[in-house]
């Protein structure tokens, strides 16, 4: 029987993106051009604008050394609720404790009269969301490549008892080799007791997994992430992601209903369909584990290269 699409969920649903900042009325003022942390006499040159997200703008930064670091600013205006400061002090004690390869490294942070700077790794290849619409699809063994990553990362973060949730291609980040970097810990959570269910709806709608909307009885746990894996698996080798749709609501009702077919017209193998068809299974206690996704024909029996060539940035590599 079909779940009806919960109310909380519809008006996440229909909640629209913050609106581009347009004006200087809205447009917070640039941090300065000198960084500083005063206590630890450091100081941060500020050269360049990286982006911007839900809530922070992201600069490129340099050090006296010369070492350069993306620093993620969030103005102290943005964070007069209790809400907004505990999500991020969430956000800042979840990242920080994490260390490992293919998850962007955390500095720093620090504040001054106006904002609370982070200083983090310095991904300077752009997040595989940018990527992919430079090259529209990758090749299966590219997709191999930061898939393994990515489970190296997410396993690194469940044996520390965190789930991401956010898991997307704009915050899988890539560095100067072409290695993922797993960011924005915004909407991560840590399991502090066994068998802890969460029960917030979050996430990007395209790449939630279907308990954290249909299941709110229950929660959710860990398994989302793998969700996530397989929806990232499918848009590298696809081209766009399973359940995607106009309506945010039909994206919903898609996922509701395990509703996703693989397009005739592009090129996808057996063992990718395979893979990809288990880890979006609607139970999350029948999904395969992420030990089981590595050792699955479509890993074990592919091509995986030792590293991507930047020229892949803009144009397929040949693996064979
Ligand atoms: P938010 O948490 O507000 O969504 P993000 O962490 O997603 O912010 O960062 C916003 C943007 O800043 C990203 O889309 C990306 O363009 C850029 N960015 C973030 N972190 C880095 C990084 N470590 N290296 C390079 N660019 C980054």
Redesign the pocket.
């Known amino acids: 029987k079909a779940a009806a699409i919960p109310d909380k969920v519809n008006k996440y649903a229909n909640a629209a993106p913050p609106l581009p900042r347009q004006n200087s009325k809205t447009t917070p003022p640039s941090p300065p051009r000198v960084i500083t942390d005063k206590n630890r006499l450091v100081e941060f040159n500020r050269i360049g604008f990286?982006?911007?997200?839900?809530?922070?703008?992201?600069y490129?930064v340099k050090d006296a050394r010369g070492s350069r670091?993306?620093c993620?600013v969030?103005t102290k205006t943005s964070l007069k609720t209790k809400k907004a400061k505990t999500k991020l002090y969430a956000?800042i004690k979840i990242h920080r404790s994490l260390s490992h390869p293919n998850i962007?490294r955390f500095a720093d942070c620090f504040e001054d009269e106006d904002n609370v700077y982070m200083t983090?790794?310095?991904?300077?290849s752009?997040?595989l969301?940018?990527m992919l619409r430079r090259r529209r699809r990758f090749t299966e063994p590219e997709a191999r490549f930061f898939i393994v990553q990515l489970i190296g990362a997410c396993n690194y973060m469940h044996t520390h008892q965190v789930i991401h949730r956010d898991l997307k291609l704009?915050?899988l980040?890539l560095d100067a080799s072409m290695n993922i970097?797993v960011?924005?810990?915004?909407l991560a959570a840590l399991i502090e007791n066994e068998g802890e269910r969460k029960k917030t709806i979050c996430g990007t709608p395209n790449y939630i997994a279907p308990e954290v909307l249909f299941d709110q009885a229950n929660g959710h746990s860990f398994e989302v992430d793998t969700w996530s894996i397989g929806v990232i698996l499918y848009t590298l080798i696809i081209g766009r992601p399973p359940f995607q749709t106009k309506e945010v609501k039909d994206i919903y009702t898609r996922i509701r209903d395990n509703e996703y077919e693989f397009p005739s017209e592009k090129y996808i193998s057996g063992e990718a369909k395979s893979i990809i068809t288990r880890i979006l299974t609607p139970d999350p206690s029948q999904r395969p584990t992420l030990l089981e996704i590595i050792a699955s024909p479509f890993i074990e029996q592919g091509i995986i290269p030792g590293f991507i060539p930047m020229s892949a940035l803009d144009t397929a590599p040949d693996f064979r």
């Open positions: 990286l982006g911007e997200g839900g809530f922070a703008r992201v490129e670091y993306a993620k969030v956000e962007v983090l790794e310095l991904c300077s752009g997040s969301m940018d704009g915050n980040f970097k960011g924005d810990f915004g």
